[in-house]
């Protein structure tokens, strides 16, 4: 049977490709002391050359250079510059087809490098299993596994092998986590994972189905919904995942369990089954959770916008009466300052004049006008309450709100609250 395929063709090329820019040569290649001395130590320029690649190939990508490979000109230019060769000299390295593996096998001993083979294969086969416990993502996990060959000094096997031996850890883990998942459930729990799956009568979707499906407009209507499917994750009773099961197996076991109908999850073997329930209720439940919240803040935030939006078409339809008040006032001041001028009375000057009536009332209009918008923004979000009295209560009754310290005073009031909700 064909192995699973995990890495692009691109992914694999970038694991084992030899640097081929400049930058990545500095990086990688910048050879020391030690490094030069063993370098001298061959007698022909192309063999100093040639074994001053191997040992760099060594090291990173963490291969053996193969024979007639077609190495980066920017690799050659910028070891054959460390050592003082000529980089053209890397055409005659290898003309005796025993000089590159001798120097390849003293390289191996003098360094410590071990091929992928007996003892070093069996030891990196568990790391990588221990890796693949971890990370889900494919090309992190060859990443991981790579690096970890070369801290380990072990040669990295030819790409087809390396690709296989990735898939088939992926298989490994993936067997591991469904018998940890298994081992935490109860009857109980698996008799409601069934339930998940069965037709109620005259129902157009499973239990399964209804949680699966898309989210609703955001909206009270919408925010209702989220909180009923987040109830019936609830009702299951999922036991809190293993420890030594990863978050991130446990988010991929729950997407896998999306995508797959609720008749090819019934014909599945019950442990792998009821596996990725477990994972689907951890993993949807979580998301659910932050769906209702995030939809929460988007509604009060609309609360907000519809007030400031009235707030700003208040004062457009002030600006006319805005006009008003400035022209009586303009009108009042100057009968005011005749007044002091030809030294009247210029209490008498506002009666005789534009009148005190019109006087108070100008002053009472500019008084309403002269608030700070976030004030009136404040007092007009209040028209807003029976828009929040459709889904605030249901938020602090179906949640329960933790935080830091910081957070005691938000804490507190949602409990005040949650508790006057209760009370009615």
């Known amino acids: 049977m064909a192995h699973r395929r995990m890495l692009t063709a691109g992914q694999r090329r970038a694991l084992f490709a030899l640097p081929a820019d400049d930058r990545a040569c500095a990086r990688h290649y910048t050879l020391s002391d030690e490094d ?11 063999n100093r050359l040639g074994f001053a690649l191997q040992l760099c190939a060594l090291r990173y990508p963490g291969r053996l250079l193969q024979p007639g490979e077609l190495i980066p000109e920017a690799m050659v230019r910028a070891i054959a510059g460390q050592i003082g060769e000529d980089w053209r000299g890397v055409e005659d390295y290898g003309v005796r087809e025993n000089t590159r593996y001798e120097h390849s096998a003293t390289l191996q001993i003098e360094l410590g490098y071990r091929p992928f083979i007996g003892a070093a294969r069996a030891a990196m086969i568990r790391r990588l299993d ?28 030819a790409p087809s092998t390396f690709e296989k031996l990735c898939s088939s850890a992926v298989i490994r883990a993936e067997r591991v986590v469904i018998t940890r998942l298994n081992a935490s459930l109860a009857p109980r729990h698996l008799a409601a994972f069934d339930r998940l799956l069965q037709l109620a009568p005259g129902a157009r979707l499973t239990p399964l189905g209804t949680v699966r499906a898309p989210t609703g407009a955001v909206g009270a209507a919408g925010f209702r919904d989220l909180v009923a499917r987040i109830a019936l994750l609830r009702a299951l009773d999922p036991p809190v995942a293993p420890a030594d099961v990863s978050p991130r197996q446990i988010a991929k076991l729950g997407r896998e369990c999306e995508r797959i109908s609720v008749g090819h999850l019934g014909a599945m073997a019950p442990p792998r089954r009821y596996a990725l329930l477990m994972a689907f209720a951890h993993d949807r439940l979580g998301r659910l959770t932050d769906a209702a919240i995030e939809m929460t803040d988007r509604m009060i935030g609309g609360l907000f916008k519809r007030a400031e939006r009235r707030h700003l078409d208040a004062l457009e339809q002030n600006r006319r009466a805005i006009g008003e008040i400035v022209r009586h006032h303009a009108d009042f001041g100057a009968a005011l300052i005749q007044a002091r001028d030809a030294g009247g009375d210029p209490f008498q000057a506002i009666g ?33 309450y029976p828009r929040l009295r459709r889904f605030g209560p249901l938020l602090v009754r179906s ?24 009370e009615r």
């Open 352 to 384: 005789d004049g534009l009148g005190w009536d019109a006087f108070e009332r100008s002053v009472e209009a500019a008084n309403k006008l002269r608030k700070p918008i976030g004030s009136d923004r404040l007092e007009r979000i209040e028209d807003e």
């Open 36 to 46: 030069l001395l063993r370098i001298r130590r061959r007698r022909k320029p192309e």
């Open 130 to 157: 221990a890796i693949a416990l971890e990370i889900t993502d494919a090309r992190a996990l060859a990443e991981r596994f790579m690096a970890a060959l070369r801290s380990e000094k072990v040669i990295a096997p």
């Open 399 to 422: 949640f329960t709100f933790k935080g830091v310290a910081a957070m005691a005073p938000l804490l507190s009031a949602l409990n005040i609250l949650g508790r006057m909700n209760a």
